[in-house]
């Protein structure tokens, strides 16, 4: 899947496909990087492990040659090859040690080099990105220059800097978050916190003291920082995976997530409760989609929601009074294709990045209508830099039309519930029938006996009275 990044000073725009990142500048129209993420052997610790099999190849091509040239070395030779034999157990042992001792970790997976997670911080300064050869790469947005390129131990499903900006977390489908240093290239990652399923987002709190983090078996966890062993609190109640959250920027002690159960929840996360709740069904017959991307506004309190298999996009208003919070539908956008990412800027326009050719990227205003809230296309005039930047992105076309290819991240995750009430009912109504079927049987069976009985005792009387007679 194709994703997008407006910078929060909205001086860049970053649009992801595949293994391709490309960075427009909103200020210099002309202005266009393109960076690859390529395997960095490096900063991959398996890398080595490769080096050495290509050794050992080697080896074994030049103990052949002098097996062919040398008959008389064959005893050394045949020890040379159980000795290449062992050794190469024992790599394999160590890269199995290396990578955690999981042999599922690529599942059947190939490295390709796909973007798995990106953001910029919250300044605009850094721009960090993890790819599918497992590194994490930062940029100085300044001149796009690479910071540093450094492995992380499992493929990432999301990353946040804090607001310090000194530090970027980055989460792993293995449930764990790693805290890596922005500026120290030697750091490479201490574990802060882990849970036991995968972890499929987080946010840290802008005042940097908690780390927010959402997993698959429908957990919100909440803790402390720089110490995330303490943990704060949990917001519970959802019942499918929890994939996307995120902090409200006017109000900033709450909480909205999204999930798999179709529902959209506002917590006040400092103390875990649950301000209120969204239904996103369509219809009461409808299958529960999954919420793929929540952007909140800055200057107003909208929330812009994709959701799974929609084309388009939902816009909730939120109000606030104290400790209660209401929220409502106050506008859809119809696409008419699955929209890949969107994105508020500093004016409130909201962008929406969708895989439709000659149209990638649109953006809309809103305005009132009758004290209706609508949206429109913003009226970009001639010139204008973003309508030149959006033309850019239009060149880019064949690029990104390669993410339609990309299956969603949450098509297998979710918890596969089985309704076998029907052959319970099934196997009870087999065995009462079963059951009903011997009890007559014992009747019948008693009848015959006891009619057998009656027979025997009239021809025994008979006889009797014959005698007597």
């Not at 129209?29 to 099999?53: I, M």
């Not at 109000?319 to 209660?324: I, L, T």
């Amino acid at each position: 899947m194709a994703r997008f990044e407006l910078s929060p000073c909205c001086i860049h725009l970053v649009c992801t496909s595949l293994n391709k990142i490309f960075a427009y500048s909103l200020i210099n129209a002309q202005e266009r990087k393109c960076f690859e993420c390529v395997e960095n052997k490096a900063s991959l610790p398996a890398s080595s492990k490769k080096h050495s099999r290509n050794g050992q190849q080697d080896t074994e091509n030049k103990c052949e040659s002098t097996r062919d040239d040398d008959p008389s070395k064959k005893e050394e030779t045949e020890a040379a090859d159980r000795t290449k034999v062992g050794a190469e157990k024992l790599n394999e042992a160590k890269s199995k040690e290396d990578s955690g001792g999981n042999e599922s970790e690529n599942d059947g997976h190939s490295c390709s080099g796909n973007v798995l997670a990106h953001s910029f911080s919250p300044s605009s300064r850094y721009y960090a990105v993890c790819d599918d050869f497992k590194q994490l790469s930062i940029f100085d947005t300044t001149n796009w220059s690479k910071l540093s390129v450094r492995s992380v131990r499992k493929r990432s499903t999301s990353l946040a800097f804090n607001h310090a900006e000194d530090c970027v977390y980055v989460g792993d489908k293995s449930g764990d978050v790693y805290r890596f240093s922005v500026k120290n290239e030697e750091d490479e990652g201490t574990l802060v916190l882990g849970h036991v399923s995968m972890l499929l987002d987080l946010a840290i709190s802008p005042d940097d003291k908690y780390i927010v983090t959402a997993d698959r078996d429908e957990k919100i966890r909440v803790s402390h920082l720089p110490n995330c062993y303490n943990i704060h609190c949990f917001c519970l109640g959802h019942t499918d995976l929890v994939s996307k959250i995120a902090i409200l920027p006017k109000d900033q002690d709450i909480l909205v997530s999204g999930s798999g159960d179709a529902s959209l929840r506002f917590w006040k996360y400092t103390t875990g409760q649950e301000l209120c709740r969204l239904s996103l069904k369509q219809m009461e017959d409808s299958a529960r989609p999954t919420v793929l991307c929540i952007r909140c506004s800055k200057k107003s309190n909208y929330v812009a929601v994709l959701l799974e298999k929609f084309m388009g996009v939902q816009i909730y208003e939120y109000d606030r009074v104290d400790e209660v919070l209401d929220a409502r539908l106050v506008a859809s956008i119809e696409t008419g294709v699955e929209p890949w990412d969107i994105a508020f800027d500093e004016e409130d326009h909201l962008w929406v990045f969708k895989p439709k050719q000659d149209e990638l990227i649109s953006v809309y205003e809103f305005y009132l209508q009758d004290k209706i809230l609508k949206l429109k296309l913003t009226n970009l005039n001639e010139g204008n830099q973003i309508l030149n930047v959006i033309g850019q992105v239009n060149t880019d076309w064949q690029i990104f039309k390669e993410s339609l290819k990309v299956e969603s991240l949450y098509t297998n995750l979710h918890k596969k519930s089985q309704d076998n009430s029907k052959d319970w009912q099934r196997r009870k109504e087999r065995k009462i029938k079963g059951k009903l079927q011997e009890m007559s049987e014992q009747t019948e069976g008693s009848a015959c006996k006891k009619i057998k009985v009656d027979e025997v005792l009239s021809k025994t009387t008979e006889r009797e009275e014959d005698v007597q007679s």
